[in-house]
């Protein structure tokens, strides 16, 4: 920001989102806990940590010890090196595009290899530059995404060349259906995946598995293997849908309110003219809209908090600007300074997500960049000083 400009940050934004990293770390712990010691539990950090940005997430979570960190894409694990420094593994899940590799190489990025041209250019790649870096390979056990199907794996495996050259890390897979434990699918890609493995292992001895995400942590120990993925219930989102949370909210969102006005008489509200106000109403509007990852799909029955009093959205989000029905506030409530709680404990991120039609996951991952942003600290890092 321009030298000139004089306002601080958090005066000029118009909404204000809170990340605890205090809380992330102490989600860490509690995974880490629940896995047991012999599993590396890592973070997955990808899309800018679910929009929690990724340095401030990523460096808080090397502090609480955490060793080995998974991002999508090639250019989030760029990215992530510097933070990280050289020692964490960092884990590349969609692997290298053609005339990728040498980048893999130079930064230490290791590549999970999910498709036959993707393990035939690993294995010419580190052949030919004589490199013995890690690598996972993504075997699919019954979602249908990402991996080699059961055929190419087995084709592979038959081949005397097919993984030659290669030092793999782990055999990877994903569940589909983490979340719902008592889905069968869960005990087949389980039985698929352990089958795989001890072929795997007739290879290479001491190959890791890696098969579950924050849910799969949830579900029996057998399933956890020796590196674990997860990402969501770092950040808060309930991996256990079906039970109460057991882990820390993370996020807060507040918005300012830009205006407070009182309908003299019955009067429609927002795009469309979907809402009635009734006469005498008051209504509140805030500056924060669906550019700022507040869904459409959620004005239709939506609500927020201001303190303790629920307030209902009124008529349709606009792009950056959502006005609620606040008449049964106080006007002492309404001040200069008063805040809509979006996000908070009385309305979790689950609890919005929904709200909106949709899961936390992407409720997350659809926060704007136009909020000012607050790192809570966790004690004994330095990871919030931004
Ligand atoms: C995103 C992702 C994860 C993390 O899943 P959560 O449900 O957020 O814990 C783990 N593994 C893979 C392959 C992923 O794509």
Redesign the pocket.
Known sequence: MAASVLSSPADRAGAVLTVDLAALAENWRLLKRRAGAACDVGA?V?ADAYGLGLEPVARTLKAAGCATF?V?HLDEGLALRPILGAGPRIVV?HGPNPGTERDFAAHGLIPVLSTVGQVRSWRSFAMANDVLMDSLVQIDTGMNRLGLTPAEFTALMNDPDGFVGLTPLALMS?LACAEIPAHPLNKQQYERFTSALSAFRLKFADVKGSLA???GLFLDKALHYDLA?????LYGVNPTPSSPNPMIPVVRLSAKILQVRRVDAASPVGYGATFQALDGAKLATVSMGYADGLLRSWGVSGHAYIDDLRVRVAGRVSMDLTTFDVSDAPDSALGPSAMVDILGTRQTVDDLAKASGTIG?EILTALGRRYHRRYLPAPGSSAAQK
């Open positions: 997955v990808k998974y999508a899940m994903h995400n924050s849910s993925r997860p990402g969501a219930a996951y």
